[in-house]
């Protein structure tokens, strides 16, 4: 269930604040101090704040901040150390010093507890008796890490819990609207002071989908846009919302409307029959005690100091401006360099040169790439060097073949790769996409992606995918990154759409596939007794393909599957008469033998074929010469490999070996 403010304190009486906070200080901008923060663009727009006129309601909190789209930071809704115990309780007092008479207000309310055992959201809570409201607040925020100010705007915002002089008991019953959705009756399971803070303070952990639990909330997911309505009334209409970060789907969740234009018009007071007011209590009551809203000039004034102010960007050459695109934020040129400032990134610098240049190339702010989320590094790979910065949209690199962005998913798989200082080393074009997935190159490798994911192809697996056509080729796409294999003599394999490429240590890479690969899996990869592929597969339209190994080849055709052969020992078998001849039925015993010079060899019902690779063919031994052979150690020993038929005359057969002959009465 997803719980939400309920309907009536959404569409509440609204209240006035006291105060004023002065606007940002932001300058007038004409085209050119646009484009020097844009690079091409011009959605660069001066700003104000300041006492709505229309209303005549001061207020500390500014409304022409609030962004539906980042109504408070993941940093401080999840801050559960920015308030003590102690502090909790002098804040309470601090709202309401004085209570009246016959009612119990927040500082004096007092709760009994339950014991809750830890789960994904929250650690365990002990429950005890009659425990103050603040300590409840403060408990509960530690528990679930929750900001024990979250807690108290949310009280406030639901039922005016923190300012109340004459409150009833029922608000105390419902205290957060946990469990009070907007259609229906509130659960009762969650009724009760602790209950119900405890239970949001779960919820509000509980919208991010921590492990262990399902990915049941992903409607208000950050980083999409989605259609937030203004009302429970549909005909009042919604509007698309980038929802940046985690809080702000958390509270979207909890109350899922946003304000509309005559509700943040009114400031605290009574917007039109189509305005909601949740979300934008809690804006004003969080901002208002415990302030929070951020100054973007006096962010990218701090930002142009760490960086050396005059003698690190020069002299200022634009006025501090608005951007609205990809989110919206605010920014100022410097002769060498330019200072963004979003609410999901904070203050940035681009830095003149090959980045900004590139930057700008593609739009600044308002293009792809987004905004800049940390500052330009530099970036030694070898004996070479540059510089790598990371934007919201994705990483650029300027290093020795040019300036290049990586982009997700192909950015993270380049990360596992220690990205331009690792194996990959330096991008050397931007992504190309085709139908089946997109390709990026490196120095030292490719990424690939697509919809089984993004993954890296490396020597010497790349020469023979690109050989075989690439993303577009007969392997499809890769589905893993190459895995190492340590036994027979080490080497890598990696899985592609249709197969799989293996390469010894020091080898090139062969592909594996259909039938060939089904049975090669069967007898353990490369890892099992036939060790690697030394080979590409030769196959007949279809019906039979043979694929040679270390220790062998496997034959396999659509009528009788695969299996572990030599063709030349099948060509020897053949020519010896196959089933009906002197060997018989194969026996299915087929082994690599190591000694004197190496090779194949296998049995059959009434007798063996020896195959040297050295000497060109195979040949049967069976009968007599075969029983002696045998006795003398065989291939291993001191007779070596058959370097001929066995050849009968007068009772006495008699067959070369590389060790001299054996002859022996009889067949």
């Known amino acids: 269930m997803v719980f939400r403010a309920r309907l009536r304190r959404m569409l509440g009486v609204a209240v006035a604040a006291s105060l004023l906070l002065s606007g940002v200080l932001i300058g007038n901008a004409g085209a050119a101090s646009a484009s020097a923060v844009t690079g091409a663009g011009s959605t660069a727009t001066s700003a104000s704040t300041g006492t709505n006129p229309e209303t005549g309601i001061?207020?500390?909190?500014?409304?022409?901040?609030?962004?539906?789209?980042?109504?408070?930071?993941?940093?401080?809704?999840?801050?559960?150390?920015?308030?003590?115990?102690?502090?909790?309780?002098?804040?309470?007092?601090?709202?309401?010093?004085?209570?009246?008479?016959?009612?119990?207000?927040?500082?004096?309310?007092?709760?009994?507890?339950?014991?809750?055992?830890?789960?994904?959201?929250?650690?365990?809570?002990?429950?005890?008796y009659r425990e103050r409201a603040s300590r409840i607040i403060y408990r509960v925020a530690q528990a679930c890490g929750i900001n024990p100010q979250v807690i108290l705007a949310t009280l406030q915002k639901e039922q005016g819990l923190v300012t109340h002089t004459w409150p009833s008991d029922w608000r105390y019953t419902i205290a957060m609207g946990q469990g009070c959705p907007d259609t229906a009756a509130c659960d009762t399971r969650y009724y009760g002071f602790f209950n119900q803070v405890y239970g949001a303070a779960w919820q509000f952990k509980r919208?991010?989908?921590?492990?262990?639990?399902?990915?049941?909330?992903?409607?208000?997911?950050?980083?999409?846009?989605?259609?937030?309505?203004?009302?429970?009334?549909?005909?009042?209409?919604?509007?698309?919302?980038?929802?940046?970060?985690?809080?702000?789907?958390?509270?979207?969740?909890?109350?899922?409307?946003?304000?509309?234009?005559?509700?943040?018009?009114?400031?605290?007071?009574?917007?039109?029959?189509?305005?909601s007011y949740g979300n934008r209590n809690f804006f004003n009551y969080f901002n208002d005690w415990f302030g929070g809203q951020p100054d973007p000039a006096a962010e990218i004034e701090a930002e142009y100091a760490a960086q050396g102010g005059v003698a690190g960007l020069g002299s200022p050459t634009s006025d501090v401006m608005k951007l609205t695109k990809n989110g919206g934020g605010y920014a100022r040129a410097y002769v060498s360099g330019s200072v963004y400032w979003s609410p999901s990134t904070g203050a940035k610098t681009v830095r003149s040169g090959p980045m900004r240049d590139y930057y700008f190339a593609n739009g600044g702010a308002d293009g792809a790439l987004g905004w800049p989320a940390h500052n330009q590094q530099g970036v030694t790979r070898g004996s070479t060097q540059g510089v790598a910065q990371a934007f919201t949209g994705g990483s650029v690199y300027a290093g020795p073949s040019g300036t290049f962005v990586v982009r997700e998913p192909m950015l993270t798989r380049y990360f596992a790769y220690s990205g331009a200082a690792g194996a990959l080393g330096w991008p050397l074009i931007e992504q190309v996409c085709y139908e089946t997935g997109c390709r990026q190159n490196f120095e030292g490798g490719v990424i690939v992606s697509s919809s089984a994911g993004a993954f890296g192809v490396l020597p010497p697996v790349l020469a023979a995918f690109d050989a075989a056509g690439g993303v577009t080729g007969a392997w499809g796409v890769p589905v893993m990154d190459a895995a190492a294999v340590s036994a027979n003599g080490g080497g890598l394999g990696q899985a592609f759409v249709k197969g799989s490429a293996y390469s010894r240590t020091g080898g090139a890479a062969f592909f594996v596939s259909g039938g060939v690969r089904d049975y090669y899996f069967s007898v353990g990869g490369a890892a099992g007794r036939l060790g690697f592929p030394v080979a590409a597969a030769q196959c007949a339209s279809g019906t039979s393909c043979q694929q040679q190994f270390q220790a062998g080849w496997i034959l396999w055709t659509a009528a009788g599957g695969g299996r572990i052969g030599d063709p030349?020992?099948?060509?020897a078998y053949a020519a010896a008469g196959g089933p009906s001849g002197v060997l018989g039925a194969r026996t299915g015993s087929f082994v690599q033998y190591g000694y004197n010079g190496g090779g194949f060899a296998e049995a059959f019902a009434n007798g063996a074929i020896f195959y040297k690779p050295a000497l060109g063919a195979a040949y049967p031994v069976s009968g007599a010469v075969r029983d002696a052979y045998f006795a003398?150690?065989?291939?291993?020993?001191?007779?070596?490999?058959?370097?001929?038929?066995?050849?009968c005359s007068s009772g006495t057969c008699q067959q070369n070996f590389e060790g001299g002959t054996i002859s022996v009465a009889g067949s």
């Open 58 to 128: 001061s207020k500390m909190a500014d409304l022409s901040k609030f962004q539906p789209g980042y109504i408070i930071s993941d940093a401080a809704f999840f801050n559960s150390s920015s308030m003590s115990e102690a502090q909790v309780q002098a804040f309470l007092e601090a709202r309401v010093p004085n209570c009246q008479s016959g009612y119990t207000c927040l500082k004096d309310w007092y709760d009994t507890s339950r014991s809750v055992n830890a789960d994904a959201m929250c650690g365990a809570y002990s429950g005890g």
């Open 207 to 275: 919208y991010a989908n921590p492990p262990g639990t399902s990915n049941y909330f992903n409607w208000y997911a950050p980083g999409r846009t989605w259609s937030i309505l203004y009302n429970p009334n549909r005909d009042c209409g919604s509007s698309p919302v980038f929802v940046q970060n985690q809080a702000t789907a958390n509270l979207y969740y909890y109350t899922p409307y946003q304000p509309n234009a005559a509700a943040l018009r009114a400031g605290y007071g009574t917007g039109d029959g189509c305005s």
């Open 568 to 571: 030349a020992i099948d060509a």
């Open 632 to 647: 003398n150690g065989g291939a291993a020993g001191r007779f070596g490999w058959p370097t001929s038929t066995m050849t």
